[in-house]
């Protein structure tokens, strides 16, 4: 019995601490370097110019997986997401705009099953929120240049920001460095 307990602490404590409202996500067959997005017209990775662009249009322009997280604010199941253990050197940009969130040297190895960053690129990489939803208070984390949603921010990460951007990989696209 003891044994069924932490059993259940270990797989399901961690979908409790970062978010609640769950969306089953496929990881993404396609490559990390997948930079397309045909019919999305406001995808940019060099113009920061904040944008203003109504639900109904994203609906219309993004992938429905990528809509239901960004504007819908759903959550890709933990351990599903194609970056929760991903290693590689480069820069992780927002995957509605094309903007720049995270460096790769700021992404640890956290065990919530969801990408997890001590600190994002910039001050205005993104924005913040409170979350009162489903009875807990959270900090929800937005895209600082279109506002969709990524993911919820914690206290509880490593040094030197004991921050952790808990995010959703469904939203982030991943640029690894030029060699
Ligand atoms: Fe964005």
Redesign the pocket.
């Not at 895209?143 to 969709?148: D, E, L, Q, S």
């Given at each position: 019995m003891r044994q069924t307990k932490i059993i259940f602490f270990i797989l399901f404590l961690p979908i409790l601490s970062c978010n609640k409202k769950v969306v089953n996500t496929v990881p993404s067959p396609t490559t990390l370097t997948d930079t397309s997005h045909p019919g999305n017209p406001y995808y940019s990775r060099t113009d920061t110019t904040v944008?203003h662009v109504s639900d109904a249009e994203w609906k219309k322009v993004l992938p429905d997986s990528i809509y239901q997280v960004?504007r819908n604010k759903e959550t890709e199941e933990a351990f599903t997401g194609k970056f929760w253990n991903a290693t590689g050197i480069g820069t992780y940009y927002?995957?509605?705009?094309?903007?720049a969130?995270f460096r790769s040297d700021s992404k640890f190895a956290s065990t919530c099953g969801w990408p997890s960053f001590f600190e994002t690129i910039r001050p205005i990489s993104v924005e913040y929120k409170d979350d009162h939803s489903y009875n807990m208070e959270r900090t929800e984390v937005l895209?600082?240049?279109?506002?969709?949603h990524?993911g919820h921010l914690f206290d509880d990460g490593p040094p030197p920001t004991g921050k952790r951007y808990c995010m959703n990989s469904i939203?982030l696209d991943f640029e690894p460095d030029k060699k």
């Open positions: 944008l960004a927002c995957a509605a705009c094309g903007n969130l895209c600082g240049r279109c506002g969709g990524l939203v």
